[in-house]
């Protein structure tokens, strides 16, 4: 704006509307759940005065508003500002197009109540019935109704548009302070995420090489050397799903009084590219270096830093995040169905009872696993996809990886005896039996080498024998619960070509007929 343009909005008692600026992201820490603690920044300028546009939206209690060292701010204030825009509108009626190429010649055809006649000539004038035409070569003027007038053309300077000013009222949040103060804006939004998964690469038959990688989710704005987090844990937002009323009303101004805590966009589907006879798991583990720093912990969170995220609006990223070994171990595990007082006794046969062939291994770095999908790869070919579940370091993890169709299981139960009227109620009548079931499984290894298995058994009653079991469990019982919870677990190895019986006993109250 000019002196003079300063002066005579002055003297006009005008004010020009304020210059509108935009945040930018410095800092962001993802979660899993669609959304991220993203950390916005403007500055002061001389004039001591900003006014924000689309001001961050946060979720209830999340929005807070600081500054750098030494940083003074006078008031934050969710306001409107006043705005002009440009549209182009197109003319709609012959009417219209002529009135916007007034002064230029054409030809026109009309019709004169007998015949359609053409005639070019300059448009000296429209009005809301009449063009004034002024014929080439001559002085005349010619009065045709607009209504007779069906086409017209001429040369290319012919326009069909106009520019029309559109006044808004944009939200805006003002802020005052000392000027070159850099403003933060901190706040829990909607609109970015990261996705884990992992690959495990099985081609080495002591250690197994794990590749984690994160794909992120950027629906939000605009990040250009932003160092990130990626969060792995179970964050306690009691207010997602609720807006922080000072920001809040930027979103119903532009949705007409409607909004919600949406999520953020789902994470694209990834189109597996044809696999090769070389080992892509090993290009997966050698090709990338990962791009974080030493992750930390924060009570039961644990922090990956990402570092120097350049991700536009709208973009998605690949980032590597470790790559680790670990023995490992087969594994064929096996969990029976489980009995309950009110099943009864029943026979399985072996399509009820699938055995799955597993790995097992140990998380012995310093950081925890999150929750994942894992690719699990044998030289160069996939062999199953399973989820990792979170993994603590220090414990283990296991994987399933396919059935084991080699190992055939065979399951019966039988009730061996009955106590009739073993329990009663305060008013002496029967309530319960008291039943004595007996249980036998049956294996066979078809494999052609030894496997070693995990066998575990739910039951509701209580454990009285179980063969070859190292393990039994009982929980205590609930308050209106007559039997325990109890599991048995087998933990046998099965020499190729073996079969095995396993026999299994327990008691159990059930209701009395």
């Known amino acids: 704006m000019t002196l003079a343009t300063l002066a005579i909005s002055a003297v006009l008692g005008l004010n020009a509307a304020p210059e509108l600026t935009k945040t930018k992201i410095i800092d962001a820490t993802l979660f899993k759940n669609g959304t991220a603690v993203a950390v916005h920044q403007v500055t002061i300028p001389a004039s001591g005065e900003v006014y924000i546009e689309e001001p961050p939206i946060a979720a209830l209690g999340t929005l807070w508003v600081y500054g750098n060292q030494g940083a003074q701010i006078t008031s934050v204030v969710m306001t409107t500002v006043r705005s002009e825009t440009d549209m182009t509108v197109m003319a709609n009626s012959v009417a219209e197009a002529l009135a916007l190429n007034k002064g230029k010649t054409m030809s026109i055809r009309w019709y004169d109540q007998r015949e359609w006649k053409d005639i070019t000539g300059k448009v000296l004038e429209v009005s809301t019935q009449l063009a004034i035409i002024e014929p080439e070569g001559t002085t005349e003027k010619l009065f045709v109704q607009l209504s007779s007038i069906s086409s017209f053309k001429g040369s290319s300077d012919l326009t069909w548009t106009r520019v029309v000013k559109i006044a808004n009222e944009i939200p805006a949040l003002r802020v005052t302070g000392k000027a070159g103060t850099k403003v933060n804006i901190m706040g829990l939004q909607s609109g970015m995420n990261w996705v884990p998964a992992y690959q495990i690469d099985m081609s080495d038959a002591k250690k197994l090489k794990i590749v984690a990688k994160a794909t992120v989710v950027n629906d939000l704005g605009d990040l250009d050397g932003v160092q990130a987090r990626l969060v792995t844990g179970f964050p306690n937002f009691s207010n997602l799903g609720m807006w922080d009323p000072l920001t809040y009303v930027a979103r119903m101004m532009a949705t007409g009084g409607s909004g919600g805590f949406g999520g953020a966009a789902a994470a694209p589907m990834q189109n597996a590219a044809g696999m090769r006879r070389e080992s892509s798991s090993d290009m997966a583990f050698e090709s990338f270096v990962p791009n974080t720093g030493e992750g930390f912990a924060g009570e039961d969170l644990f922090f990956t830093p990402l570092e120097n995220v350049k991700l536009k609006q709208g973009e998605r990223g690949y980032y590597v995040l470790f790559q680790t070994e670990s023995a490992y171990n087969h594994l064929y595990t096996l969990d029976l169905p489980a009995s309950s007082a009110q099943g009864g006794s029943r026979d399985y046969i072996p399509s009820e009872l699938p055995v799955w062939h597993e790995v097992e291994f140990d998380n012995l770095m310093k950081q925890p696993w999150t929750t994942g999908t894992a690719l699990i790869m044998q030289n160069g070919q996939m062999l199953g996809m399973d989820e990792l579940k979170y993994t603590t370091p220090g414990t283990k993890a296991y994987l399933k990886i396919s059935k084991a169709l080699d190992i ?106």
């Open 408 to 513: 055939a299981a065979s399951m019966t139960e039988e009730e061996v005896s009955r106590e009739r009227g073993a329990l009663k109620n305060q008013y002496n009548q029967i309530t319960h039996d008291l039943v004595t079931v007996k249980g036998k499984l049956e294996l066979t290894n078809y494999k052609g080498l030894d496997v070693t298995m995990k066998i575990s058994k739910m039951l509701e009653g209580e454990v009285l024998s179980a063969e070859g079991s190292e393990k039994t469990f009982k929980s205590a019982k609930r308050l209106n619960q007559v039997n325990p919870n109890s599991v048995i677990e087998w933990r046998p190895t099965m020499k190729k070509g073996e079969k095995r019986t396993f026999e299994y006993t327990y008691k159990v109250y059930v209701n009395a007929n």
